[in-house]
């Protein structure tokens, strides 16, 4: 990265060989190079007024009983998270690394690297365990590891690899990484760099991360509907996401961001009722009071009030296939649902 402007110099674009993840079709492999350019959007306004709320008294639902899908786990579930609780504590960045070991890249140019590899990861669709696995992998690195800002990109692009291989079925090439950054890195330089992240991580690179829980948390807040809501699951993964780019989130662990994007969700498209209940406290082991800090922080985040002009995210979750959910808004936030 040449500047906090920029992308090692591409302002903010974005070079694809392919726009869709590679499968086993040479033809799409060979699929001609187009450019996406980053566009801005308009800021969401905030709506100061609510409802009055009413606690739900209702008794813990039980989300593991009766379910046929072998892939959830039942059986197993509570002993399978609560290992994942304490795995979440271990090798975590802290949230103010950039500062101790960082003297050329700055929490800005953070941000522009992971708006940027937001985009990189709907041009593959790569599944948004990759992404948040990615931004792991770069602040730990960065965490144990001084890095000059034009090397900042090539580390993007190499933890993106590295989480690709281990949550996709078929990674993107090295060459195709090589030409979303207009080829200012060679295949070399990204296989010298994947040998250094892997070895920092002692090859375990797996960790919890927010999307880990959310959908834990998402199934105890639609336990008592008829129907799922798409609209509350997407709205949740859109706040959710918005906090990868911003490095003040890293003093919550992701937990606690994942319980917060679903009561922040469930407030923003219901003011009628408590957003937290017996069933969501029992899942997620959080009390509403305990969730106050983050879940300000984040409606900060939703309501855009710092302006910040990183909106990869934002336009992601403009389009119809996610409802529009960024451009809800949530009402003030009464003391009183704490």
Same mark, same amino acid.
């Given at each position: 990265?040449?500047?906090?402007?920029?992308?090692?110099?591409?302002?903010? $674009?974005?070079?694809?060989?392919?726009?869709?993840?590679?499968? !086993?079709?040479?033809?799409?492999?060979?699929?001609?190079?187009?450019?996406?350019?980053?566009?801005?959007?308009?800021?969401?306004?905030?709506?100061?007024?609510?409802? /009055?709320?009413?606690?739900?008294?209702?008794?813990?639902?039980?989300?593991?009983?009766?379910?046929?899908?072998?892939?959830?786990?039942?059986?197993?579930?509570?002993?399978?998270?609560?290992?994942?609780?304490?795995?979440?504590?271990?090798?975590?960045?802290?949230?103010?690394?950039?500062?101790?070991?960082?003297?050329?890249?700055?929490?800005?140019?953070?941000?522009?690297?992971?708006?940027? !590899?937001?985009?990189?990861?709907?041009? =593959?669709?790569?599944?948004?365990?990759? !992404?948040?696995?990615?931004? =792991?992998?770069?602040?730990?690195?960065?965490?144990?590891?001084?890095?000059?800002?034009?090397?900042?990109?090539?580390?993007?692009?190499?933890?993106?690899?590295?989480?690709?291989?281990?949550?996709?079925?078929?990674?993107?090439?090295?060459?195709?990484?090589?030409? /979303?950054?207009?080829?200012?890195?060679? $295949?070399?330089?990204?296989?010298?760099?994947?040998?250094?992240? !892997?070895?920092?991580?002692?090859?375990?690179?797996?960790?919890?991360?927010?999307?880990?829980?959310?959908?834990?948390?998402?199934?105890?807040?639609?336990?008592?509907?008829?129907?799922?809501?798409?609209?509350?699951?997407?709205?949740?993964?859109?706040?959710?996401?918005?906090?990868?780019?911003?490095?003040?989130?890293?003093?919550?662990?992701?937990?606690?961001?994942?319980?917060?994007?679903?009561?922040?969700?469930?407030?923003?498209?219901?003011?009628?009722?408590?957003?937290?209940?017996?069933?969501?406290?029992?899942?997620?082991? =959080?009390?509403?009071?305990?969730?106050?800090?983050?879940?300000?922080?984040?409606?900060?985040?939703?309501?855009?009030?710092?302006?910040?002009?990183?909106?990869? /995210?934002?336009?992601?979750?403009?389009?119809?296939?996610?409802?529009?959910?960024?451009?809800?808004?949530?009402?003030?936030?009464?003391?009183?649902?704490?």
């Amino acid at each position: 990265m040449g500047n906090e402007n920029a992308v090692s110099g591409n302002q903010g $674009r974005v070079l694809r060989e392919n726009p869709k993840r590679r499968t !086993l079709d040479e033809k799409k492999a060979n699929a001609p190079k187009k450019r996406a350019i980053l566009k801005d959007i308009t800021n969401v306004t905030c709506e100061n007024s609510y409802t /009055i709320i009413c606690l739900n008294v209702s008794k813990i639902v039980d989300i593991d009983s009766d379910d046929k899908d072998p892939l959830l786990c039942s059986l197993y579930a509570s002993d399978i998270y609560y290992n994942m609780r304490v795995a979440e504590l271990k090798r975590r960045p802290f949230p103010d690394f950039m500062e101790k070991t960082q003297r050329d890249v700055t929490q800005t140019m953070r941000g522009i690297l992971v708006d940027w !590899l937001v985009e990189v990861s709907e041009e =593959y669709t790569l599944v948004p365990d990759t !992404l948040y696995l990615t931004v =792991y992998l770069i602040d730990w690195f960065l965490q144990g590891n001084y890095i000059e800002r034009h090397r900042l990109q090539l580390l993007g692009i190499t933890c993106m690899l590295i989480a690709s291989k281990y949550e996709e079925i078929c990674a993107p090439r090295i060459e195709e990484l090589c030409v /979303i950054t207009d080829n200012s890195y060679t $295949r070399d330089q990204v296989l010298e760099m994947e040998s250094q992240v !892997l070895k920092h991580f002692s090859f375990q690179i797996y960790t919890p991360t927010s999307k880990t829980f959310l959908r834990r948390f998402l199934r105890a807040a639609q336990a008592s509907y008829a129907n799922p809501s798409l609209e509350i699951e997407f709205l949740a993964n859109y706040l959710t996401e918005l906090t990868l780019v911003d490095y003040q989130f890293l003093k919550f662990i992701p937990s606690v961001i994942a319980a917060s994007a679903v009561f922040l969700a469930k407030w923003t498209l219901n003011q009628s009722s408590h957003p937290w209940n017996p069933t969501l406290e029992h899942y997620t082991t =959080y009390k509403a009071s305990d969730l106050k800090a983050s879940v300000q922080a984040l409606q900060d985040l939703q309501l855009n009030t710092k302006g910040c002009l990183l909106n990869s /995210i934002r336009m992601k979750y403009r389009k119809n296939k996610f409802k529009s959910v960024a451009v809800f808004t949530s009402p003030k936030l009464p003391d009183k649902l704490f």
